[in-house]
Every structure is written in structure tokens, then in C-alpha cells.
């Protein structure tokens, strides 16, 4: 994969900030969706929190040394679904948001469908996605391994479906909530 180049982060930021603020309008419109869901997508499209946001997946991205455009990208614990957001203006062909709690994955796949955004949410175990093996370029985790059952059987299943050279990016400051992780 050629190396990513990061001008084009802050760039998304700036340039999509009208859709940012869009998208924040939009979930705080949407039926039945949690308070700490609107309140993620307000702080994206805040110019400080926001742009804190996107300088640490740049600085992920760079180390892994991954350019997400033109990739299928599993966003695994992918909760509110703002990254799974990022990535898609970011030009991934494909983003697989993976998570555990209901009303996430129908927020997101709400978000997803009014923006026209190529995101599927969805409603599954982590350790059995479904996905075709050898099908995607990064697997996503940030703060959620340390909130999965078996965090063994992730690992064994984003090795399953990433293709050949594909990244596995897991960033957490979690790992008290695993006793096991640790």
C-alpha cells in the first residue's frame, strides 16, 4: 500500500467540516439515539476535538503506514461509528462497522443510508464476522478489545480476513476493563 499522504487528514477535516456539522445535526434529529452517540458526533465536528480526533488516526494511519482510500476497512467494536465515518471520507470503497450494541449499528446504518455513506453496520460477534477471508485491507480496534469476551478469537479472525499485506491497528487505554487483557 502506498504510504498515506497525511495532509489529506486535516484536509478532510476542514473541507468536510459543513458535512460534519450536517452530520451532527442529523443524529441529534434521529429517533431514539443516545445522548453519549450525539454527544461523539458533536465532538467531531468541533474544531478542537475534533481535529484531536483526526491528528491521532493520522498519527495511527502513518504508523501502520495504511491509506485507507480505495480499501475495505473493518471498524471492529466500531460503537458510534465515527471513525467508521472518517474512513469513509477518507475514500474507503468499503466500511464493515462491527459492534456489539443495537442501537449503535442503527444509528450508524441511519447515518450511513442519509449520507449515502459506504457503510454497512452491523449487529455481530467480533470473532465471527463473516467476512470473506483474505477481503480486507485494516482492522480497526480502538478502545473496544479490552471489552471483548474473548479477544483471542478477534485476533484469530482479523488474521481470517485481512488480505495479504492487510493492517491490524488496535489502540487501547482500556485494558483495566479485561482483567484478562492485561
Given amino acids: 500500500t502506498p504510504a498515506l499522504e497525511f495532509r489529506t487528514l486535516p484536509d478532510v477535516f476542514s473541507t468536510q467540516q459543513a458535512l460534519l ?6 443524529v441529534s434529529s ?14 467531531l465536528a468541533d474544531p478542537g476535538l475534533g481535529s484531536r480526533r483526526i491528528r491521532l488516526l493520522e498519527y495511527e494511519l502513518r504508523v ?15 460503537g458510534t461509528g465515527i471513525y467508521s465515518t472518517i474512513f469513509a471520507l477518507l475514500g474507503a470503497s468499503r466500511v464493515e462497522a462491527i459492534d456489539f450494541f443495537p442501537e449503535n449499528v442503527r444509528s450508524l446504518a441511519e447515518v450511513a443510508r442519509v449520507f449515502s455513506l459506504p457503510i454497512r453496520a452491523r449487529h455481530a460477534d467480533i470473532a465471527s464476522t463473516s467476512l470473506e477471508a483474505g477481503s480486507v485491507g485494516l482492522v480497526y480496534c480502538t ?5 471483548f469476551h474473548d479477544w483471542g ?6 488474521a481470517r480476513v485481512l488480505r495479504p499485506g492487510g493492517r491490524l491497528l488496535i489502540a487501547d487505554g482500556n485494558n483495566g476493563a479485561n482483567p484478562r487483557a492485561r
Fill in 21 to 26: 456539522q450536517r452530520l451532527t445535526a442529523l
Fill in 30 to 43: 434521529l429517533p431514539g439515539v443516545e445522548a453519549s452517540f450525539r454527544k461523539k458526533y458533536e465532538m
Fill in 64 to 78: 501502520a503506514r495504511f491509506d485507507p482510500a480505495g480499501e475495505v476497512v473493518l471498524d471492529a467494536g466500531s
Fill in 143 to 147: 478502545e473496544a478489545i479490552s471489552h
Fill in 153 to 158: 478469537a478477534f485476533i484469530d479472525e482479523a
